[in-house]
């Protein structure tokens, strides 16, 4: 089991940015690929990013330029920084552990998620 806590959610203005964190407990951190999704009210989730137990990633090109993701294994936490924010990007974001090494963009192949932290980019 792995349970995943994310926070820093929040109100932006458009074109600013904001750094959500991810923390996991349970197994082994470096066992899981990690990433962030995204729900928007009324929309599907859609994929954001992820990031590989070896430390690569991969962005959806929604946000590719714009949001990075990173790791830190030995405090087991995952980041996501959001820059130049627009509306569009308001959603609830949540973390998500898939045991396979190299993730997938596929919602379904991820074994455990947070809770999810909304965020609201103001125009």
């Known amino acids: 089991q792995v349970q995943l806590v994310e926070s820093g959610g929040g109100l932006v203005p458009a074109g600013g940015s904001r750094v959500l964190s991810c923390a996991a407990s349970?197994?082994?951190?470096?066992?899981?690929?990690l990433a962030w999704f995204r729900q928007a009210l009324g929309k599907e989730r859609e994929f954001v990013g992820l990031?590989?137990?070896?430390?690569?990633?991969t962005y959806a090109d929604s946000v590719k330029g714009r949001f990075t993701i990173s790791r830190d294994n030995a405090k087991n936490m995952v980041y996501l920084l959001m820059t130049n924010l627009v509306p569009e990007d308001s959603a609830v974001y949540y973390c998500?552990?898939?045991?396979?090494?190299?993730?997938?963009?596929?919602?379904?192949?991820?074994?455990?998620w947070g809770q999810g932290t909304q965020v609201t980019v103001s125009s």
């Open positions: 349970g197994r082994p951190f470096t066992s899981y690929a």
């Open positions: 990031i590989r137990r070896t430390g690569g990633s």
């Open positions: 998500a552990a898939s045991r396979l090494s190299e993730g997938s963009s596929s919602w379904y192949s991820y074994d455990y």
